[in-house]
């Protein structure tokens, strides 16, 4: 279990309801389970799964400190650079915002809700 993996499974739990950085959309965190986590995006609660691997690897591919733009748009390229590049690798769809606030829920990165919305890992 990885750092990322421990400090979810710590600080949130299922059924938690968080909302995005920038706009404050409501989701929830369906599941917390041995493959990763489940979120239910939108009206239509639309279930959507994260690997830990993915998770886990926003602290290597970013690094501890070092502030970076959230990025999130609708272009199933992503934004290269910032966290909605490094998902899009993994799902072709706009999540980052989501991410964002579940880890700083955990306690895995601190958000700036400027603009450009902005992250830092401190785990």
């Known amino acids: 279990m990885g750092p ?10 299922e059924g938690t309801v968080l909302a995005t950085p920038s706009q404050g959309k409501p989701f929830v965190v369906e599941s917390i389970n041995h493959r990763g986590v489940v979120l239910l995006f939108g009206k239509k609660q ?15 591919q970013f690094g501890r400190g070092n502030w970076t733009v ?10 290269p650079g910032t966290l909605d590049g490094y998902l899009k690798t993994y799902m072709k769809r706009d999540t980052a915002g989501w991410i964002a606030s579940l880890l700083e829920a955990a306690g895995v990165v601190e958000l700036d809700r400027g603009t450009p919305g ?3 890992v401190v785990l």
């Open 118 to 120: 902005r992250f830092r």
């Open 70 to 79: 959230i990025g999130g748009r609708r272009d199933v390229e992503g934004n």
């Open 46 to 60: 639309t279930k959507t799964p994260f690997s830990w691997s993915a998770l886990e690897g926003i602290r290597t």
């Open 4 to 13: 990322v993996e421990m400090a979810i499974r710590e600080s949130v739990k």
